[in-house]
């Protein structure tokens, strides 16, 4: 099952067809399993969401590393193959000797310490 985050609207508006549970709510802080985040609910599918629908329906994924996959296809301007640019270029450097987080974008930070296994 795949949980995603309604972050820009309540979670009983329009969404992607095939949602097994929808849980709205008022706009309340939640703990999500990549951080802390602003929601109006959650709504759990049987199939892993495309991140064009995650973008379309302003969700945001619950699971950590497709949450960060996701987070790299936006900094990719929505590309797929610029986000894999990114992502394995953003990753070898995080590796170097020379990697300092303040060089790295914010919305980054994150998602590459749970692509290294550090979140």
């Not at 969404?15 to 109006?40: C, D, F, M, N, R």
């Not at 987070?71 to 301007?77: E, H, I, R, S, V």
Request: net charge negative; charged share 30%; aromatic share 18%.
């Amino acid at each position: 099952m795949y949980k995603y985050w309604a972050i820009n609207r309540p979670a009983d508006e329009a969404y992607p067809p095939g949602a097994v549970e929808i849980k709205p709510s008022l706009l309340q802080e939640v703990q999500t399993s990549s951080g802390t985040l602003w929601a109006w609910g959650w709504l759990v599918y049987k199939r892993q969401l495309t991140k064009e629908e995650c973008w379309d329906y302003e969700l945001s994924p619950d699971d950590p590393v497709e949450w960060a996959h996701y987070c790299f296809w936006l900094y990719g301007d929505f590309n797929e193959e610029n986000a894999e640019y990114y992502e394995q270029d953003f990753l070898e450097f995080a590796k170097s000797p020379n990697y300092r987080e303040e060089h790295v974008p914010s919305e980054l930070r994150k998602a590459i310490k749970i692509l290294l296994g550090g979140e």
